[in-house]
């Protein structure tokens, strides 16, 4: 690795959004990257080290001897704590020690891997409450706040990276919104209304985090939220239907048929699948899941709960993916070229998108 090159430690590289996140910012040698990750020989990690400028540090965000072997000699850190893996409450214990560690450490600028806070967006307004987002929402505004501290903002710069449910995941295994075929059909079952879901694409994030770190002035306190669009299904399917020249189509169902036969199941496990429902700050995925759809149900044309400053995405990002079309039109292409099928293939067949699913935590993100 270029040895003048600053080095960024990322906590979840090995995730769905870290892989592009590291792709984009070592593709030119202007950053290296040292990565945590539980198992040095997975394939997700092995293809982090095949981008080149990738170094890996076998550990868990869940260790203060781990998270400080990777923050020691880093100039910069790109932290996004799996909450499906610890649960809210030890997610929002450790992205804080994340934080002052890095300061500890004598880090200079830190990305926070955020999602939207909604309760709080709500007005607290309890049939939102969502824990995988307003753990990461709660912390992230604590961050800004921290930065706002003299002594604070004279050691480290933060921003905030807030993205929201890929796109990818509307054609994936074991996700919220996985699609069934029916007769024919591609299908979504979900209990969206007339709402619309702020998808996001995995590429343009790499776009994204790339410049947080290129212009740390400018984005020292930011909350960068990103998405495609706020997207209604029945636009996702003609969209996918124009693109693939297969029938598909969007049924609002409601919240008790979702988990009778939707993707998540029952929802009775956990949310995180290493909290325990006994403790009473654990949510169910039932529980979770619930306020997320609702979340969606009352969000839709840049006016409801979740909104996005898209004149400010076009300036980062004009090349940015703008529509569910503009996605699957570049994905069908992308999957003929990368062996993985056409798009009505790979529905007809789902693969695991999300990390969780790849390692068979079966029915959780």
Known sequence: MPSESPIVFVVGGTGAQGIPVIRGLVRDGAYRVRCLTRDLNSRRAKQLLAFGNVELLEGTFASETDLRKGFG?????????????????????????????????????????????????????????????????????????????????????????????????????????SPTVEDGVVTWRVPLGQGAVCHVDLDDCEHYVRWLFDHQERANGLDLEVAIDLIPYNDLARAFQKVSGHPARYIDTSLD??????????????????????????????????????????????????????????????????????????????????????????VNKLQAVLKLAEDGVKGRL
């Open 73 to 177: 000699g880093a100039q910069y850190a790109f932290v996004n704590i799996d909450g499906f893996n610890s649960g809210e409450k030890t997610e929002m214990f450790w992205a804080m020690r994340s934080y002052e560690l890095a300061i500890e450490a004598g880090i200079k600028f830190f990305v926070y891997g955020n999602l939207d806070f909604v309760y709080k967006k709500s007005g607290y307004d309890p049939k939102f409450r969502t824990g995988h987002y307003d753990g990461k929402g709660r912390i992230g505004e604590w961050i800004l706040q921290q930065n706002k501290s003299p002594d604070n903002s004279a050691r480290m710069g933060a921003a905030l990276f807030t993205t929201g449910p890929y796109i990818l995941m509307t054609i994936g295994l074991f996700t919220p919104m």
């Open 257 to 346: 048929d979702y988990w009778v036969g939707g993707p998540l199941g029952e929802g009775k496990t956990s949310a995180g699948y290493n909290s325990n429902l006994n403790d009473p700050a654990a949510m169910s995925l039932r529980q979770n899941f619930t306020g997320f759809w609702n979340m969606w149900k009352y969000s839709g044309a840049n006016c409801g709960v979740i909104q996005r400053n898209f004149k400010l995405l076009d300036e980062i990002h004009p090349h940015r993916i703008k529509s569910a079309e503009e996605w699957f039109r570049r994905e069908e292409a992308r999957g003929k070229q990368e062996g993985l099928g056409t798009l009505w293939e790979r």
